[in-house]
Each structure stands twice: as C-alpha cells, then as structure tokens.
C-alpha cells in the first residue's frame, strides 16, 4: 500500500527534528546533570539568606573596615569529604553563578577534574568538571605563593563562565570580589587585573623563590594585561584564575590575577566552620 505524499513529506521533516532533538538532549544532559549535582552540593555550603544577598561593605578611608558577613559561612566540610576526599575548598563571587566547591588536582593526575564532577561523573563533551587548583599547589595548597585556580567557560554560564571575559574593559569590575573558604580560613581576594593569553605560548607559576622574583612576576602580568584596575603593590600571594575564552586564538585562556584583602581565621575566632 503506497503511502500518501503528504504523509511522506511529514516524515522527511520528522526524521531531521528528531535527529536534532536527539542531539540536542545528549549535549544537553551533562549541562542538567551537572547543574543538579552542584545544587545538591549547595546545601552542604550556605549561608543565611541575608548573606548571601548583603551588599559589599564599605568604609570611607578614616573608619575602620566593616565587618564582611560574606566572611561567614557555614560549610560540611566532613560530609564534603565523604563525597570527594580531594576537596580543600569552596568558592563564592557575588553577582555570578560562581559558587562551587574546590578540589586538589592530584599530581599524578593533574588533569583529572576537567572532564570529571565532584560526584566523580564523567560524561562528554559537556561535562561541566570541576573547578580546581593546580597540581603545582598540592603540596603548600592555598598556602602557596601562586594558587592557580582552573574551571570552565560552559555554554550556560556555570562553572568559572562570569570570568571568561575579564579581559575586556569594564566586565570585571561588576564581579572583582572573590570569597574562597576552606575548613580553617575564609579569605576575600579582590581582582586587580585580567588578560586573555594563548594557552599554547603561555607560561604558569605555582612558586617562588624569593618576594622579589614574584615581584617581577606581577609587574611582568600587569604589562601584558589588558584590564588593569590597579597596581597591589607588595603582596605574599597571587591569586590566577583561569578559563577558556575563544577568541583570537583556538586556545585561548583568560587569566584573572587577585590578591587577598581580608582573611579570617577560623582558629584564633569562635567561628569555626561545621
């Protein structure tokens, strides 16, 4: 029995939908997937309500500075553990959808959390991963004279997205603060500079010799960076984080340079984190 042509014609444009649609649900899933990984994770990581939305303090040049309720949060660091043991941190920027935990990249494994989430899910090509530090920093961690932070530039704008165009003016200014706690510290790392890099050309430094050699460091980032909102002057510590860009080059990186400006400990306060 012939089939009618309009039926036939339905059907031609049938069969390339439901192609797309299929397509469409396998780059989508591990978008999804991941996404609902990292909100369960959430709960194990929070603050009150009134935190979370509180401005940014501020203090004019005579007073002394405010206290930061950013500065406080209440983390399961043991049941964080439980789930994955490489955690040493998690990390919030207000204004973003950046708040997620942080993992040790393993040195025999250095790549290990780009293509696997903290549950340990590995799924291609989309897997959102894990926001980590270098394997450079494993042994000092976020005690390191150069703590290099690495996560993803995702199509849904999770992960470390709100970074990826750092390097253009005016973008890093709406999200410059940076709050990274870990069991015994909270630390508030502002932006003082980004640059977008060729990742095949470009080096990266985990440690120093010597404050003047990360001197030179730092003064040799702020020549080649494109946003510079200001010089930090002497610091122990730069912070780097990076994402994938895509722009002038196949493989290109924006790097985000930051420095501590507030640090509580959480071992000389009552306020020790759960």
Known sequence: MSMPIVSRRSLCLLAPLAVISATF?????PYLQGEAEYARLRKLADFPATHRDAALPTASAHDAPPSDPLMQRTVD???????NPDVIGWIYVPNTPIDYPVVQAPPDDPDRYLHTTFEGAVSYPNNQGTIYLDAGNA???????????????????????AFSENHLQGVMDEHADVYLYDPTHARHIELFAANAVDASEETVRTSFSSQQELRSWIDEKLAASEVVRYDPGPIDQLWTFCTCSYGLWQNQRTLSYGCVIDELDYMMTDELPV
Do not use: C, K, R, T
């Open 25 to 29: 649900g396998w780059l989508a899933a």
């Open 77 to 83: 660091w043991s049941a964080l553990s439980d789930i």
């Open 139 to 161: 042994v000092p961690g976020f005690s390191s004279e150069a703590p290099l932070i690495y996560g993803h530039q995702q199509l849904n704008g999770s992960m470390l997205s």
